[in-house]
């Protein structure tokens, strides 16, 4: 059984900087698509970063400069480091992967696997 566990989320202040970080278990996605997805309240789950099918890291405009992503292959992880966090930031957090890419030629996929969510307010 496929299990994405994600944690690091928390209150935050504005301009200041998280670390999630998400285990996979039941399955390696080393050769395969992992991401970071949110939810803000109200509104529909966008992607914030995800590595393309040539490895490449695609980002949300919005998050570009301020976020990075990064995964180990042996250990099966992904990890978001959030930095300047804003209010707009506000949202749920989610882990997805794939049992392929999650970005290929410019496309997303959606992801096969969810993890179960972490909240991070951002406060003004």
């Known amino acids: 059984q496929v299990r994405l566990v994600e944690s690091g989320g928390g209150l935050v202040q504005a301009g200041g900087s998280l670390r999630l970080s998400c285990q996979a278990s039941?399955?390696?996605?080393?050769?395969?698509?992992m991401g970071w997805f949110r939810q803000a309240p109200g509104k529909g789950r966008e992607v914030v970063s995800v590595f393309d099918w040539l490895g490449g890291e695609y980002y949300l405009d919005s998050v570009k400069g301020r976020f990075t992503i990064s995964r180990d292959k042996l250990k099966n992880t992904v990890d978001l480091q959030m930095n300047s966090l804003k209010p707009e930031d506000t949202a749920v957090y989610y882990c997805g992967a794939g049992t392929g890419a999650l970005r290929v030629d410019g496309q997303h996929r959606a992801p096969n696997y969810w993890g179960q969510g972490t909240q991070v307010p951002v406060s003004s």
């Open positions: 039941g399955r390696n996605f080393a050769t395969s698509g």
